[in-house]
């Protein structure tokens, strides 16, 4: 899969957003998910199906909308002489506007930003976007091992996705009870099996973990004190052992205790997340309170520091809800913009060379406006949540545009 960018994730993340606000009268909203290697032929003789059939849906309106979604699906397949490299996914349905006869026809079609694994066909009061929140949802890596004297496992974690990728069994004996220098050497015996486990166990982790350049971290669990001497000892490679986050106590060993670890490091990873964004944001007022820090705040600064390739790292509050209108002079044909809120259609100005009455060309989302143009640059892009006081902060003090710099710009 090619690498998709900020800009095209937050524009299917936008859709999903709209798309579970909006209801049908009745059963009448169709979701269609079809796999890259699902034939165009198939979909459409299934669409047929379902055409004949919903000619037994007892609501007329309902049995309308239904049948019109199903047509509008069959054009757009015509377009399709095959689905795209990841699929393609369509949202149509007749959606309410206000009253009896208001109903609007929508249709959404996109190819996802990851393969579709099912085909689907889900016919509801709302549009069915489970599948397409899971593809979009972060599949962050990390490593799990969950160790004792008796057995270990190794795992990766991928999103929601657990991969076992080892389950290793030691043979290091139980207590011994026998009492003076065979009891000594006993002991001796069992302390060189278990290093020799550890060692192995390290030898796996090394060799699951180092193939992953994307590894986040690594979280150990376990019932004793055995995690505590492995993450202690010179088992790991120095790279591996420096991405252990923490250790988690569990009940179980095998693959109940790596469901373990995980249940018991949602809280960690959320954190850890974050934590990112409390960093971004305290290295930012720091760099604002130093006089020759590299800050910049506020929408007109930060739009300018972007046209100079000034901005290192541009950071934008996920609660932007404003949007940037353009318009033109018929007169002159000047072009003129503005900012303001989402929900404002247009605005009245006049054009400032000639005077004239300005028209609405187009509106465009802020976030996606400053999302172009620091692909444009190669500036990094951090949308920053509210849930932190840094992150409420960004919104309310700094309009929720700031930047930390590359170099000033006087």
């Not at 009870?177 to 065979?182: C, E, F, L, P, W």
């Not at 796996?204 to 350049?213: G, I, Y």
């Not at 088992?235 to 923490?246: A, M, V």
Request: proline content about 4%; overall charge negative; glycine content about 8%.
């Amino acid at each position: 899969m090619s690498e998709v960018s900020s800009k095209e994730i937050y524009e299917v993340k936008r859709t999903l957003d709209e798309l579970s606000q909006k209801r049908g009268r009745g059963t009448e909203l169709v979701s269609v998910y079809i796999p890259p290697d699902k034939q165009i032929s198939d979909v459409v003789k299934h669409m047929r199906e379902e055409l004949s059939q919903s000619a037994n849906i007892k609501s007329k309106s309902t049995k309308k909308n239904v049948q019109s979604a199903i047509e509008v699906i069959m054009q757009r397949m015509k377009l399709f002489p095959r689905p795209p490299e990841n699929g393609l996914v369509l949202f149509v349905g007749m959606i309410p506007k206000g009253g009896p006869g208001t109903e609007k026809m929508e249709t959404y079609v996109f190819e996802p930003p990851e393969k579709v694994q099912t085909y689907i066909y889900h016919c509801n009061n709302e549009f069915f976007l489970e599948p397409l929140q899971e593809i979009l949802a972060e599949k962050d890596v990390y490593g799990l091992a969950v160790i004792d004297r008796k057995e270990a496992t190794i795992a990766i974690l991928r999103g929601k996705r657990i991969d076992i990728v080892k389950h290793l069994t030691s043979g290091v004996p139980g207590k011994h009870k026998a009492g003076g220098q065979s009891q000594r050497r006993f002991d001796r015996l069992i302390d060189l099996a278990a290093h020799e486990f550890k060692k192995r166990i390290g030898e796996h982790m090394n060799e699951a973990f180092l193939e992953l350049p994307d590894l986040k971290g690594i979280i150990i669990g376990g019932p004793g004190h055995t995690k505590e001497e492995f993450i202690e000892g010179d088992y790991l490679h120095h790279e591996i052992k420096q991405k252990i986050i923490t250790s988690v106590d569990t009940s179980y060993t095998g693959e109940f205790g790596i469901r373990e670890v995980m249940d018991k490091s949602m809280d960690i990873l959320t954190e850890i997340d974050v934590m990112r964004e409390k960093k971004l944001m305290q290295r930012f007022l720091h760099e604002l309170v130093d006089e020759n820090g590299l800050a910049s705040y506020g929408e007109a600064e930060v739009r300018h520091n972007l046209k100079m390739g000034a901005v290192d790292i541009l950071l934008l509050s996920e609660d932007l809800k404003k949007k940037r209108l353009i318009f033109h002079c018929p007169a002159c044909q000047g072009k003129t913009e503005k900012t303001v809120k989402m929900e404002v259609e247009e605005a009245e100005l006049d054009c400032p060379t000639c005077g004239e009455k300005l028209k609405t060309e187009e509106g465009l989302d802020m976030i996606d406006d400053f999302v172009d143009m620091a692909e444009e640059v190669g500036s990094e892009l951090e949308i920053i949540s509210t849930e932190t006081e840094e992150g409420i902060q960004l919104l309310k003090a700094f309009g929720g545009i700031a930047a930390i710099l590359r170099y000033r710009v006087s």
